[in-house]
């Protein structure tokens, strides 16, 4: 596992060292981060349409990047993986991650997202990276509790729709190389493990249909997080190393009674303040082999971003785990002895029983 590194999308912002490429990699490189995971979206970050379309313009955007001493991780499209599927009901609430000439026509949004993420899996093979971190988006969401009923083959019509969006796009991910990890995230059709099943079996399995990793959302929804990586292991191509509490009381629960988010049984929390065994989670994904970036996507309703910042680098650098080159017990080291073992198991047929 590599790291450590941190999502910049949280930290964009008009004032320096947040509003340039040059400015935010030299602070992300001085606080020890590793890599940065780029908001594709942001143009104070990158040029999305030069990067899909100029390895020469990679070769700077990486250069940059590397001159500060930090490499890039990903490239994120969440905002525009989320206008691929919106809800009529989310429109006017989802038209503001859209620019304005597709605003208030969600044919034309969706286009637009389609390309954009297209475009986004081009800009990364051109730059050499292995993953793509995004959002499905979401058709059926206001489903999602069963009340009123669901009328039989909702679901089932609501994923075949969201797979017909999605698979030219995968299909594109295969052709440059890129894998899409998916953000398991409440408010996508995509936001549990039973949803991420039933969205691969619509996709037939499509190799490159993986997941981002981010045990915050599974926290909040009162799932295993441990047993999620188990099941989902070989999918799990992105990692977000994302804290957070689960508090719930005789007053509000998951759903969180429309309070802020101060006031939410659910919250977001800074590295080590929440109530997330990352100990156990690096354990686990370096067990199975995860061989990617392991990315502070910093939220918190409590902590000062910067602070969050500061304290994550070493916070993840804590957690890396160097594999063992050898078991721990194997002192004789060496080929094995078959007669050897043959003795032990007390076997070996005939010269075994003259003596």
Not at 49 to 71: L, R
Not at 227 to 250: L, M, Q, S
Not at 337 to 349: A, N, V, Y
Request: hydrophobic letters at 40%; glycine letters at 10%.
């Amino acid at each position: 596992m590599k790291g450590p590194a941190i999502f910049l999308a949280q930290f964009m912002g008009d004032a320096a060292p947040f509003n340039s490429w040059p400015t935010i990699t030299a602070w992300a490189g001085k606080l020890g981060y590793k890599g940065v995971q780029v908001p594709s979206w942001d143009g104070r970050a990158m040029d999305l349409k030069k990067a899909a379309t100029s390895k020469a313009y990679c070769q700077e955007f990486a250069g940059i990047a590397k001159k500060n001493g930090v490499e890039i991780t990903e490239l994120s499209t969440h905002l525009q993986g989320q206008l691929v599927a919106v809800h009529p009901a989310y429109d006017e609430q989802f038209d503001g991650f859209a620019p304005k000439e597709v605003r208030g026509n969600p044919k034309a949004r969706t286009e637009w997202a389609i390309e954009q993420v297209k475009l986004a899996l081009t800009a990364s093979a051109n730059l050499g990276l292995k993953a793509m971190p995004s959002f499905t988006g979401a058709l059926l969401w206001h489903t999602m509790y069963p009340w009123p009923q669901r009328p039989a083959g909702l679901v089932e019509e609501g994923f075949a729709e969201l797979a017909r969006r999605w698979k030219p796009i995968l299909d594109h991910a295969d052709k440059v190389g890129v894998d899409v990890a998916w953000e398991v995230h409440p408010g996508e059709d995509v936001h549990d493990g039973a949803t991420f099943e039933l969205f691969l079996k619509h996709l037939k399995d499509h190799p490159r249909a993986n997941i981002l990793y981010d045990p915050s959302h599974l926290v909040l929804q009162g799932m295993d997080y441990s047993a999620y990586i188990d099941h989902y292991h070989a999918r799990i191509k992105c990692f977000h190393v994302k804290d957070a509490e689960f508090r719930p009381d005789g007053r509000t629960g998951a759903y969180g009674g429309y309070l802020g988010w101060k006031e939410r049984a659910g919250r977001f929390r800074s590295l080590g303040d929440g109530q997330i065994d990352f100990g156990r989670i690096f354990s686990q994904l370096t067990q199975y082999g995860y061989k990617g970036w392991a990315v502070l996507e910093w939220e918190c309703a409590l902590k000062d971003p910067e602070q969050g910042a500061a304290e994550g680098a070493p916070f993840i650098a804590r957690h890396l785990i160097k594999q063992a080159a050898k078991a721990f017990d194997d002192f004789a080291g060496g080929k094995p002895d078959k007669e050897q073992l043959h003795r032990i198991l007390g076997i070996g047929g005939a010269k075994a029983a003259k003596k």
